[in-house]
């Protein structure tokens, strides 16, 4: 999937300064450990670490256009375009010549040909920057649905660039600084598009193309979610469901490594899976589909029902695996496997952050270790909730009446907010504004359908909300996670075909039998075994071993230490009130719950320490 650097000054002479384009580019290294490459000009770096996923030989980066030996643009480049091929078709009917059957030099021709402008004709996930030497101005730009990151810094005479701010922070020029709004938005669970964080950092917000030129910057807006009539009917729109997401599972397989897939035993996962088994057959391929799942030691045992658990993965994964042919491979983990100290740094310095929900990250980063060891690109399931309505606060009716983002109502009933307002942090950080500020910003955004009213429109703004918060949220986490690993992870359900259709799909024809995600479910009927379609939706596994907890508690101890970080932000007493609840108040996990903020805190404080962050209060 690759990761990208840059550097762009209108002022000094850059040539001079290829060794700090190179720190920043190393910092990229794990999500493109199979070469590396920088482009040098007076007024641009551009440094590139890759992953090889097509053309493994001719795809090298930054790239050039060579048109009559003239100065011309530069592309360095992260992520995949799936119409690649057609494109290439289209652009060599229009003229053009390529050396290479990279997707990256497709990118870069479109450029050429359709100016700034052509992003609105890919299809894919990517980030990439573009710097022309011809008008001096550099593009950073991407896909719709935020899959890839994306990251800049003005600097009083240019901006820096990076898929992630360990690379923007390898500068000298940039500071690791955390104000009280940073803050916020770590603590709220908010996930608000284009902020970073870091004080003067940017994420550039998805579907998007910055522009930088001498004059300063602008933003555009290449695409967005659109509020239109649906006028398929019910079967019609079960069918079409279906075509899309078989079509969006091949074009997704295409790569020259091995592709396998995530394999939960829900029904996201597993419809993905069976599509790509289906897909593969179809394409006359012998070597089965290699499905990977995760569980805990003793997990089924163990196991009690809660808000977030229904019931284990493993069995429904086993099933779904013995039904469509795949290989099925289960990674098992232990308490000691999430608590090494090896994992959580890694974690840590893959995030750029303190962790959001807990054992989850340590578990994904080991997973998608296993993966690498036999293949290098995976299919996942992530994104149908938002789309589909999978999550419980789509139909919980307080959730949904909340004057608020919607997955705060499990944040306040599994204990998050509670635990956060017992040690003061909530009232310190002004959070409860901060949250009503940020939420009346998203409904804002909302596109509205005329004549739409009542819960159908309360449900399109659920369902906005999600899209553009929540699963933003969880992509960046599996971002993070993959690549910390040198794993692509592609997500066919941010298809922005998909995406379109089904977000404008009335509520009730998505919840038509009184279920959660029922246009999905009712796609892939006959598909997939009766027992996962019939199943509740439960999230990414968490441990629910007490040990886990007692664990956690002791590095919570470990903070009431004379000038620990974390105490500038929570007192020694407070954190008191937390290690005061008895041993399995904090057995249920995940970002809403009383032990994700035992989570939070410890990283929090081991974060400002390792990356050396300034807080400003």
Partial sequence: MCGLAGWVSFQRDLTAHTDIASAMTCTMECRGPDAGGLWTSPRAILGHRRLAIIDLEGGRQPMAAVENDDTQPVITYTGEVYNFRELREELRALGHAFRTSSDTEVVLRAYLEWGAGFAERLNGIYAFAIWDPRTEELLLIRDRMGVKPLYYYPTADGVLFGSEPKAILAHPD?????????????????????????????????????????????VTKYWELKATPHTDDLDTTIAHVRDLLEDIVERQLVADVTVGTLLSGGLDSSAVTALAARALAKQGVEQPIRAFSVDFTGHDDRFETNMQWADPDTPFAVEVARQVGAEH???????????????????????????????????????????????????????????????????????????????????????????????????????????????????????????????EERMRERTYLNLTRWENFLLDRKDRMSMAASLEVRVPFTDHRLVEYVYNT??????????????????????????????????????????????????????????????RLVSQADIRKLLDRPVGAYAVGGPWSARAVLERLIEFNTWVTEYDVRVEL
């Avoid at 299919?379 to 959730?399: I, M, N, Q, V």
């Avoid at 950080?429 to 739409?452: C, H, I, M, S």
């Fill in 329 to 455: 491979i289960i990674i098992e983990l232990e308490n000691e496997d999430i608590l090494d100290p090896e994992v959580r740094s890694t974690v840590l310095r893959a995030q750029d952050l303190p962790v959001s929900t807990g054992d989850m990250e340590y578990s994904l980063l080991i997973l998608c270790r296993a993966l690498k060891k036999r293949m290098t690109v995976a299919l996942s399931g992530e994104a149908a909730d938002e789309l589909f309505g999978g999550y419980t606060w789509f139909h919980d009716k307080a959730a949904v009446e909340l004057d608020s983002f919607p997955w705060h109502h499990p944040f306040e009933k599994l204990g998050g907010i509670g635990a956060l307002r017992e040690v003061g942090l909530w009232d310190r950080l002004g959070l409860t504004e901060y949250v009503k500020g940020r939420y009346t910003q998203a409904l804002d955004e909302v596109p509205r359908l005329e004549g739409e009213s009542g819960f």
């Fill in 506 to 567: 009335p509520w009730a024809m998505k919840s038509f039998d009184g279920r959660e995600k029922s246009l999905l479910r009712a796609a892939m009927r006959g598909l997939l075994p009766d027992s996962v379609l019939d199943r509740k939706k439960n999230p990414y596994p968490s441990t629910q071993d007490r040990d886990y907890e007692i664990a956690l508690r002791e590095q919570v101890q470990g903070l009431l230490v004379e000038g620990a970080p974390v105490l």
């Fill in 174 to 218: 940039a500071e690791a600084v955390v104000d009280p709004e940073g803050l916020k938005e770590i603590f709220s669970i908010v996930k608000t598009p284009g902020h970073a964080v870091f004080r003067g950092m940017h994420e550039v917000v998805p579907a998007t193309t910055v522009r930088f030129t001498r004059d300063g910057r602008g």
